[in-house]
């Protein structure tokens, strides 16, 4: 229905035939310029909600966040599921907050019965800054069922991939003296060896995501594991 076919707020507001018991005539005349008000608030909001609704679509995301869960590592594009539409609630409870924020908790809880109906169309998730343990810790201290999750820590990421790289390329560094030794070829030896390299990387880092999604709020402890045993291979092996 368009604005210009609706009848005025003030007009509907007189219309209404719902008295309090005993009421003066002030306080119909100001319960009416109340009605009024909020009749026009409602419909403001109508229009504000068609606008958001023909919004053209916003940039790409072109970097991919990932996401420590309950079920191990997920990135952003993991959250949509089979959903076209995801929707992220970002809960204030950071790393050096005592108690998460009271207001998000309220919130939170009432949307616990409602959310399988909710994902019958969209994907929603609850992220935090804290440590997923916290989450999970205050999860189960009201009761709640739904996973929640937390923005993996990239720069620390970053830097254990960075460390890992130049441990491991230690390996390749005696292997390089060696073929240099022995005049091999630079470019094929450094393309097969970098192709190598990829391939297993590649196929490490699915079998570690499918890994993590299987064991889930285990993942972080077999993922120190296995890089406990990686730098350890490395040292008694260069030993």
Known sequence: MSG????PAAELARANTARAPNESAEYRRAREQLLAEEIELRRHAERVAELRRALPPGGAVTKNYEFVG????ATLSDLFGNKQTLVIYSYMFG????KPCPMCTSFM???EAKLPDIEQRIAIVFVARSPIARLIEAKQARGWT?????PLDVISVVWLVVLLAFALSLD???VGIGLGLLHAPLVVAALFMGLCSLVLTVIGLELGRQLGTRVGERSEVFSGIVLIAAGLFVLFRGG
């Open 146 to 150: 739904r996973p929640r999750a937390r």
């Open 70 to 73: 309950e079920g191990g590592n």
């Open 172 to 174: 390749n560094l005696v």
């Open 95 to 98: 790393p050096q907050r005592e």
């Open 4 to 7: 210009s076919s609706l009848k």
């Open 109 to 111: 809880s009432t949307w």
